[in-house]
Protein backbone atom coordinates (compact mmCIF):
# COMPACT_ATOMS: atom_id res chain seq x y z
CA UNK A 1 0.00 0.00 0.00
CA UNK A 2 2.58 2.38 0.85
CA UNK A 3 4.60 1.82 -2.67
CA UNK A 4 1.17 2.66 -4.49
CA UNK A 5 0.96 5.54 -2.12
CA UNK A 6 3.81 6.84 -2.81
CA UNK A 7 3.23 6.33 -6.86
CA UNK A 8 0.11 8.74 -6.10
CA UNK A 9 1.58 11.24 -4.83
CA UNK A 10 4.43 11.50 -7.17
CA UNK A 11 1.69 10.64 -9.87
CA UNK A 12 0.52 14.46 -8.79
CA UNK A 13 3.65 16.59 -7.78
CA UNK A 14 5.33 15.11 -11.10
CA UNK A 15 1.71 16.54 -13.23
CA UNK A 16 -0.05 20.13 -13.29
CA UNK A 17 -2.69 18.26 -11.16
CA UNK A 18 -1.61 19.16 -7.82
CA UNK A 19 -0.79 22.47 -8.51
CA UNK A 20 -3.82 23.77 -10.44
CA UNK A 21 -5.96 21.86 -7.70
CA UNK A 22 -3.98 24.09 -5.08
CA UNK A 23 -4.39 26.96 -6.90
CA UNK A 24 -7.82 26.66 -7.39
CA UNK A 25 -8.37 25.80 -3.60
CA UNK A 26 -6.50 28.73 -2.67
CA UNK A 27 -7.77 31.25 -4.62
CA UNK A 28 -11.39 30.94 -4.01
CA UNK A 29 -10.41 30.28 -0.09
CA UNK A 30 -8.62 33.64 -0.26
CA UNK A 31 -11.71 35.58 -2.07
CA UNK A 32 -14.23 34.08 0.57
CA UNK A 33 -11.88 34.87 3.07
CA UNK A 34 -11.17 38.37 1.76
CA UNK A 35 -14.78 38.88 1.05
CA UNK A 36 -16.04 37.69 4.31
CA UNK A 37 -13.81 37.62 7.27
CA UNK A 38 -11.62 40.68 6.22
CA UNK A 39 -14.32 43.41 4.62
CA UNK A 40 -17.05 42.66 7.14
CA UNK A 41 -13.80 42.49 9.81
CA UNK A 42 -15.06 39.27 11.52
CA UNK A 43 -13.36 36.57 12.78
CA UNK A 44 -15.88 33.75 12.39
CA UNK A 45 -14.72 31.33 9.22
CA UNK A 46 -17.69 29.80 9.43
CA UNK A 47 -19.52 31.43 5.99
CA UNK A 48 -16.16 31.10 4.52
CA UNK A 49 -16.28 26.77 5.40
CA UNK A 50 -19.66 26.70 4.31
CA UNK A 51 -19.01 28.50 0.79
CA UNK A 52 -16.15 26.10 0.11
CA UNK A 53 -18.68 23.35 0.56
CA UNK A 54 -19.63 23.91 -3.69
CA UNK A 55 -15.88 24.51 -4.56
CA UNK A 56 -14.79 21.14 -3.05
CA UNK A 57 -17.82 19.36 -4.72
CA UNK A 58 -16.19 20.49 -8.51
CA UNK A 59 -12.09 19.83 -7.69
CA UNK A 60 -12.11 16.46 -5.76
CA UNK A 61 -13.37 15.12 -9.14
CA UNK A 62 -10.13 16.88 -10.61
CA UNK A 63 -8.19 15.06 -8.24
CA UNK A 64 -9.26 11.75 -8.64
CA UNK A 65 -10.04 11.72 -12.07
CA UNK A 66 -7.04 9.92 -13.04
CA UNK A 67 -7.39 7.43 -10.31
CA UNK A 68 -8.08 4.23 -12.02
CA UNK A 69 -9.13 5.73 -15.43
CA UNK A 70 -5.12 6.41 -16.64
CA UNK A 71 -4.63 2.77 -15.41
CA UNK A 72 -7.05 1.13 -17.32
CA UNK A 73 -6.67 3.69 -20.28
CA UNK A 74 -3.05 2.92 -20.50
CA UNK A 75 -3.29 -0.57 -19.98
CA UNK A 76 -1.63 -0.29 -16.75
CA UNK A 77 -4.33 -1.51 -14.61
CA UNK A 78 -3.83 -5.26 -15.38
CA UNK A 79 -0.12 -5.13 -13.93
CA UNK A 80 -1.87 -3.75 -11.15
CA UNK A 81 -4.27 -6.15 -10.65
CA UNK A 82 -1.89 -9.52 -11.53
CA UNK A 83 0.63 -8.01 -8.84
CA UNK A 84 0.10 -9.58 -5.02
CA UNK A 85 -0.80 -6.46 -3.33
CA UNK A 86 -4.09 -6.82 -2.15
CA UNK A 87 -7.19 -5.11 -3.71
CA UNK A 88 -7.32 -3.16 -0.43
CA UNK A 89 -3.79 -2.18 -0.63
CA UNK A 90 -4.68 -0.97 -4.04
CA UNK A 91 -7.99 0.97 -3.20
CA UNK A 92 -6.22 2.75 0.04
CA UNK A 93 -3.31 3.62 -1.59
CA UNK A 94 -5.21 5.28 -4.08
CA UNK A 95 -7.45 6.81 -1.30
CA UNK A 96 -5.17 7.80 0.50
CA UNK A 97 -2.51 9.39 -2.03
CA UNK A 98 -6.12 11.82 -3.19
CA UNK A 99 -6.57 12.22 0.76
CA UNK A 100 -3.45 13.58 1.49
CA UNK A 101 -3.52 16.02 -1.53
CA UNK A 102 -6.77 17.52 -0.20
CA UNK A 103 -5.36 17.42 3.52
CA UNK A 104 -2.50 19.66 2.25
CA UNK A 105 -5.32 22.08 0.38
CA UNK A 106 -7.47 22.25 3.58
CA UNK A 107 -4.60 23.19 5.55
CA UNK A 108 -4.68 26.78 4.00
CA UNK A 109 -7.48 27.33 6.64
CA UNK A 110 -5.46 27.14 9.82
CA UNK A 111 -3.03 29.58 7.99
CA UNK A 112 -6.32 31.73 7.57
CA UNK A 113 -7.10 31.42 11.67
CA UNK A 114 -3.50 32.29 12.19
CA UNK A 115 -4.01 36.03 10.35
CA UNK A 116 -6.68 36.41 12.24
CA UNK A 117 -5.03 35.48 15.82
CA UNK A 118 -2.95 38.46 15.08
CA UNK A 119 -5.35 40.54 15.31
CA UNK A 120 -8.18 38.87 17.35
CA UNK A 121 -8.65 35.42 19.16
CA UNK A 122 -9.81 33.08 16.52
CA UNK A 123 -12.75 30.64 17.61
CA UNK A 124 -10.16 27.33 17.20
CA UNK A 125 -13.01 25.29 18.09
CA UNK A 126 -14.11 25.84 15.27
CA UNK A 127 -11.83 25.69 13.16
CA UNK A 128 -10.42 22.42 14.42
CA UNK A 129 -13.58 21.28 14.41
CA UNK A 130 -14.41 22.48 10.79
CA UNK A 131 -10.90 21.23 9.13
CA UNK A 132 -12.00 17.76 11.15
CA UNK A 133 -15.47 17.96 8.70
CA UNK A 134 -13.33 18.91 5.87
CA UNK A 135 -11.59 16.01 5.62
CA UNK A 136 -14.54 13.67 6.62
CA UNK A 137 -16.32 15.24 3.58
CA UNK A 138 -13.16 15.19 1.62
CA UNK A 139 -12.50 11.21 1.95
CA UNK A 140 -16.73 10.29 1.39
CA UNK A 141 -15.95 12.51 -2.07
CA UNK A 142 -12.80 11.05 -2.69
CA UNK A 143 -14.30 7.57 -2.52
CA UNK A 144 -17.12 8.11 -4.14
CA UNK A 145 -15.39 9.91 -7.36
CA UNK A 146 -12.66 6.93 -6.99
CA UNK A 147 -15.67 4.31 -7.24
CA UNK A 148 -16.38 6.31 -10.65
CA UNK A 149 -12.98 6.48 -11.74
CA UNK A 150 -12.88 2.71 -11.42
CA UNK A 151 -15.75 2.28 -13.67
CA UNK A 152 -14.53 4.31 -17.37
CA UNK A 153 -10.90 4.42 -19.22
CA UNK A 154 -11.69 8.56 -19.87
CA UNK A 155 -10.38 11.07 -17.49
CA UNK A 156 -12.73 13.42 -18.73
CA UNK A 157 -15.93 11.43 -17.69
CA UNK A 158 -14.78 9.87 -14.88
CA UNK A 159 -14.11 14.18 -13.85
CA UNK A 160 -17.59 15.29 -15.50
CA UNK A 161 -19.67 12.48 -13.71
CA UNK A 162 -17.88 13.26 -10.13
CA UNK A 163 -19.00 16.09 -11.21
CA UNK A 164 -22.62 16.08 -11.76
CA UNK A 165 -22.65 13.73 -8.87
CA UNK A 166 -21.10 16.77 -6.77
CA UNK A 167 -23.95 18.63 -8.18
CA UNK A 168 -26.84 16.77 -7.03
CA UNK A 169 -25.11 16.52 -3.73
CA UNK A 170 -25.54 20.34 -3.61
CA UNK A 171 -29.20 20.02 -4.74
CA UNK A 172 -30.75 17.69 -2.02
CA UNK A 173 -31.26 20.38 0.13
CA UNK A 174 -33.35 21.80 -2.14
CA UNK A 175 -35.03 18.45 -3.38
CA UNK A 176 -35.97 16.98 -0.17
CA UNK A 177 -38.56 20.51 0.20
CA UNK A 178 -39.71 20.19 -3.04
CA UNK A 179 -40.83 16.47 -2.52
CA UNK A 180 -44.23 16.15 -1.47
CA UNK A 181 -44.03 12.17 -0.32
CA UNK A 182 -42.98 12.29 3.02
CA UNK A 183 -40.67 8.96 3.13
CA UNK A 184 -39.04 9.87 0.26
CA UNK A 185 -38.10 13.51 1.45
CA UNK A 186 -36.98 12.10 4.76
CA UNK A 187 -34.53 9.93 2.86
CA UNK A 188 -33.17 12.37 0.88
CA UNK A 189 -32.42 14.22 4.25
CA UNK A 190 -31.13 11.65 5.94
CA UNK A 191 -28.25 12.04 2.91
CA UNK A 192 -27.83 15.21 2.41
CA UNK A 193 -24.00 16.20 2.71
CA UNK A 194 -24.35 19.70 3.19
CA UNK A 195 -26.71 19.30 6.71
CA UNK A 196 -23.80 16.73 8.36
CA UNK A 197 -21.06 19.00 7.06
CA UNK A 198 -22.46 22.37 8.25
CA UNK A 199 -22.79 21.25 11.67
CA UNK A 200 -18.59 21.14 11.71
CA UNK A 201 -18.64 24.12 10.37
CA UNK A 202 -20.51 26.14 13.61
CA UNK A 203 -18.32 23.96 15.75
CA UNK A 204 -21.05 21.09 16.84
CA UNK A 205 -18.83 17.77 16.88
CA UNK A 206 -21.83 14.84 16.34
CA UNK A 207 -21.04 11.22 15.98
CA UNK A 208 -23.67 11.13 13.80
CA UNK A 209 -22.00 13.43 11.45
CA UNK A 210 -19.05 11.72 11.96
CA UNK A 211 -20.55 7.83 11.19
CA UNK A 212 -22.72 9.29 8.21
CA UNK A 213 -19.18 10.47 6.51
CA UNK A 214 -17.10 7.60 7.37
CA UNK A 215 -19.77 4.81 6.25
CA UNK A 216 -20.03 6.51 3.24
CA UNK A 217 -16.32 6.55 2.49
CA UNK A 218 -16.42 2.85 3.42
CA UNK A 219 -19.21 2.05 1.27
CA UNK A 220 -17.44 3.49 -1.53
CA UNK A 221 -14.28 2.16 -1.11
CA UNK A 222 -16.00 -1.82 -1.11
CA UNK A 223 -17.89 -1.01 -4.01
CA UNK A 224 -14.60 -0.28 -5.70
CA UNK A 225 -12.67 -3.07 -4.61
CA UNK A 226 -15.59 -5.16 -5.52
CA UNK A 227 -15.35 -3.54 -9.50
CA UNK A 228 -11.93 -4.47 -9.22
CA UNK A 229 -12.06 -7.98 -7.95
CA UNK A 230 -14.59 -8.34 -10.95
CA UNK A 231 -11.84 -7.31 -13.23
CA UNK A 232 -9.00 -9.14 -11.88
CA UNK A 233 -10.97 -12.60 -12.19
CA UNK A 234 -11.94 -11.43 -15.64
Do not use: H
Not at 72 to 79: E, G, L, P
Request: with cysteine.
Amino acid sequence: MVAILKRELSSYFNSAVAYVVMAVYFLFSGLFFSMICIENDTSSLSYVFGNMFIIILFIIPIITMKSFSEEKRQRTDQALLTSPTSLFEIVMGKFLGALILFAICSLIFVVYALVISFFTSPDWAVVLCTVLGLLLLGSALIAIDIFISVLTESMIISAVAGMGVGLLIYMLSNLSSNITVDWIATIVKKIDFLTYYTNFTYGMLNLTDIIFFLSVTGLFLFFTARVLEKRRWS
